[in-house]
């Protein structure tokens, strides 16, 4: 009797041990995951500062494409200003986002993140696997697709709005294209 209670008492704590070590490794992942967000969300807000001003953004070689990207049930991603040298050169910086997305509002367009954008193949060309930044990974969008590009893989970082689904999620629903008027889009000169 007593052997089979000792039995019983080293496999409950070799369970506890285990368990507890599972939860460290857990908390541990965690830790470093909002490290590696943290790092990412705060790069992009220093290196996309300049560009709450759409004028600043133009300067640095980014345009409109297209009009206000909007979901019927989840939202929207905003307007987005591309620079094309930077969505076709086939590398990933996270200093330089290829598409800043703004939000217009009350006549202004206000930048609320950013995008990151490169070609399927370019990508393919020179890596193995799907491109992963600063911890993040990217979402695969085949082709064709509606905004009638090659396929592609992108990452949205909403680091100037909060994003209830996620700082990395596609679409936010705090984001309205309510407002977007086509012609005043490519003249705003926002600066908030």
Same mark, same amino acid.
């Given at each position: 009797m007593k052997t089979k209670r000792f039995v019983l008492f080293c496999l409950a704590a070799l369970l506890l041990l285990v368990s507890v070590t599972i939860v460290w490794a857990q908390l541990d992942d965690i830790q470093r995951d909002? &490290?590696?967000?943290?790092?990412?969300?705060q790069t992009v807000r220093e290196a996309t500062a300049p560009f709450r001003s759409v004028s600043e953004a133009e300067a640095a070689g980014y345009g409109l494409f297209h009009g206000c990207a909007s979901g019927p049930e989840e939202g929207a991603m905003g307007v987005h200003f591309v620079n094309g040298g930077l969505v076709g050169d086939g590398a990933l910086d996270p200093v330089q986002p290829e598409a800043l997305i703004y939000e217009p509002r009350n006549g202004q367009l206000q930048l609320v993140g950013v995008e990151y954008v490169v070609f399927a193949d370019a990508w393919h060309a020179s890596n193995e696997g *799907? *491109?992963?930044?600063m911890g993040q990974l990217f979402n695969y969008v085949g082709s064709p697709n509606r905004y009638g590009i090659p396929a592609f893989y992108e990452l949205h970082v909403w680091a100037w709005k909060q994003n209830p689904k996620g700082d990395f999620a596609d679409w936010n629903p705090t984001v309205s294209c309510r407002d977007f008027v086509p012609d005043a &889009?490519?003249?705003d000169d926002s600066s908030h």
């Amino acid at each position: 009797m007593k052997t089979k209670r000792f039995v019983l008492f080293c496999l409950a704590a070799l369970l506890l041990l285990v368990s507890v070590t599972i939860v460290w490794a857990q908390l541990d992942d965690i830790q470093r995951d909002d &490290a590696l967000t943290g790092s990412l969300f705060q790069t992009v807000r220093e290196a996309t500062a300049p560009f709450r001003s759409v004028s600043e953004a133009e300067a640095a070689g980014y345009g409109l494409f297209h009009g206000c990207a909007s979901g019927p049930e989840e939202g929207a991603m905003g307007v987005h200003f591309v620079n094309g040298g930077l969505v076709g050169d086939g590398a990933l910086d996270p200093v330089q986002p290829e598409a800043l997305i703004y939000e217009p509002r009350n006549g202004q367009l206000q930048l609320v993140g950013v995008e990151y954008v490169v070609f399927a193949d370019a990508w393919h060309a020179s890596n193995e696997g *799907p *491109p992963v930044l600063m911890g993040q990974l990217f979402n695969y969008v085949g082709s064709p697709n509606r905004y009638g590009i090659p396929a592609f893989y992108e990452l949205h970082v909403w680091a100037w709005k909060q994003n209830p689904k996620g700082d990395f999620a596609d679409w936010n629903p705090t984001v309205s294209c309510r407002d977007f008027v086509p012609d005043a &889009a490519s003249h705003d000169d926002s600066s908030h």
